[in-house]
């Protein structure tokens, strides 16, 4: 499974406000002053966003972790023991023409 870009720049958009949020407050009560907990939240966003975009993309070409699926790659996969016992009830229905269709073949 792999993330793309936009998942990861709107995981770090919604993160940063949050993140944000909490340096302005312990700014402000550390300084007691809203301008410079103002100016700091500032700056700390663009850096901090800009660091977590990078490391999140970076942590996405890592495999360890993830589940990998094998999804099969035709709507009626030939081999579904479903699909064989119809194909077999067409042909002996005599509608052979559409039981090729399920083998992929257009005649």
């Known amino acids: 499974m792999k993330s793309n870009a ?13 993140a944000t949020s909490d340096t302005f407050f312990i700014s402000w009560l550390i300084t007691g002053r809203f301008d410079w907990a ?6 700390e966003v663009i850096t901090k966003m800009v660091l977590y975009y990078l490391h999140e993309r970076g942590w996405n070409k890592i495999t360890w972790g993830k589940q990998q699926f094998e999804f099969p790659t035709q709507v009626f996969p030939i081999d579904d023991w479903k699909i ?9 229905k ?3 023409r559409v039981a090729s269709l399920l083998d992929g073949n257009d005649q």
């Not at 936009?6 to 949050?18: F, G, I, Q």
């Open 6 to 18: 936009k998942r990861s720049l709107a995981k770090t958009l919604t993160w940063r406000v949050l």
């Open 38 to 43: 103002g100016m700091i939240a500032g700056f």
């Open 84 to 92: 064989q016992r119809l194909r077999n009830y067409l042909v002996k």
């Open 94 to 96: 005599g509608n052979k």
